[in-house]
């Protein structure tokens, strides 16, 4: 099972770093396998630990990988490191064991502690389908025009059904992004 996430790792400036990621769940651990070469990657192996944030504000999925990096955090008072402020619930993890691969290590990570901020009362389709645009503006490199083109007219059936305003938002950024890839091939 994968479970989509928005990660924040601690620069070596100490500021955050945030990351939309999809962490495998294995028994009690979480697993998070950036690919090489990653801020995520660098932070976790110099700081060992990170924070997972469930939230539903979809445009920090969309954001980062669209270049806007800069969104509210909290620091922890017992964790060194920041939660996203819009999160329902976070996660302190701290990495255990690293499985070294050549294109995507794994950092096998322990729940130090976990903590609900705000009730979660389910995704509308359009949170969903701009989660998955997102994970497809990562993957541009890697797949052909045609199947870029058709996972966006699905998706798009779900932004003109169940969007409001934030979905939205964070639409646009993902088809800004895909109209300038869409330019340069």
């Known amino acids: 099972m994968i479970l989509e996430s928005v990660v924040t790792t601690r ?3 100490g500021s955050a770093y945030i990351a939309p990621l999809g962490l495998h ?3 009690s651990h979480l ?3 950036p690919f090489r070469p990653s801020h995520t990657l660098e932070n976790l192996k110099r700081e060992g630990h990170a924070v ?3 939230t539903t504000d979809v445009r920090l999925f969309a954001g980062p990988v669209t270049g806007r990096r800069a969104w509210p955090v ?3 008072d017992t964790f060194p490191g ?6 329902h619930t976070h996660a302190e993890l701290k990495v255990i064991a690293i499985e070294e691969d050549p294109q995507r290590p794994r950092f096998r990570c322990e729940i130090t502690h976990e903590e609900t901020h705000s009730p979660f009362r389910g995704f509308v389709r359009a949170q969903a389908a701009v989660v998955e645009a997102a ?5 541009l490199h890697m797949l052909p025009k045609e199947k870029v083109e058709s996972e966006l007219l699905y998706l798009q059936i779900a932004i003109n059904k169940t969007a409001g305003p934030i979905e939205l938002e964070a639409w646009s950024w993902i088809m800004q992004r895909i109209d300038t890839w869409r330019n340069a091939s």
């Open 31 to 33: 697993i998070i396998a």
């Open 52 to 54: 997972v944030n469930w």
């Open 11 to 13: 620069q070596e400036d």
């Open 74 to 76: 909290i620091a922890l």
């Open 135 to 139: 994970i497809l503006v990562t993957r």
């Open 25 to 27: 769940v294995e028994g």
């Open 82 to 87: 920041y939660r996203l402020e819009a999160c």
